[in-house]
């Protein structure tokens, strides 16, 4: 399956942004979906997860609340409606496909990963 996330900008704090991840070549039903963001000088950290259907979801800490990961597997895309931005939030976001459905928080857990979009948040 190939990834294509978009969506990205800048945006002031307390601002919103959505971003998309289109998946191609396969059904994206078949997949566990995450994003991870990574900011310079950083390790790529978990941000959200949602399994197959939709049903289950997993977020960090750090955004729960403010952030919304669903999916529509009929349009073959995965969503992030990220809400109440911090400056903290400015990273380069990746989507990445998991072939269980383990809601899996690592890098590891996921084989499929997109080229990433980036998020500026001014203070």
């Known amino acids: 399956v190939q990834l294509q996330a978009s969506g990205g900008g800048l945006v002031e704090a307390g601002g919103s942004l959505s971003l998309s991840c289109a998946a191609s070549?396969?059904?994206?039903?078949?997949?566990?979906m995450a994003w991870f963001r990574q900011a310079p000088g950083k390790e790529r950290e978990f941000v959200a997860a949602?399994?197959?259907?939709?049903?289950?979801?997993a977020y960090a800490n750090s955004v729960k609340d403010r952030l919304t990961i669903s999916r529509d597997n009929a349009k073959n895309t995965v969503y992030l409606q990220m809400n109440s931005l911090k400056p903290e939030d400015a990273a380069v976001y990746y989507c990445?496909?998991?072939?269980?459905?383990?809601?899996?928080?690592?890098?590891?857990?996921?084989?499929?990963w997109g080229q990433g979009t980036q998020v500026t948040v001014s203070s």
């Open positions: 949602i399994s197959r259907a939709g049903f289950t979801t």
């Open positions: 070549g396969r059904t994206l039903s078949t997949y566990a």
């Open positions: 990445a496909a998991a072939i269980s459905d383990f809601l899996s928080r690592a890098r590891s857990g996921y084989t499929y």
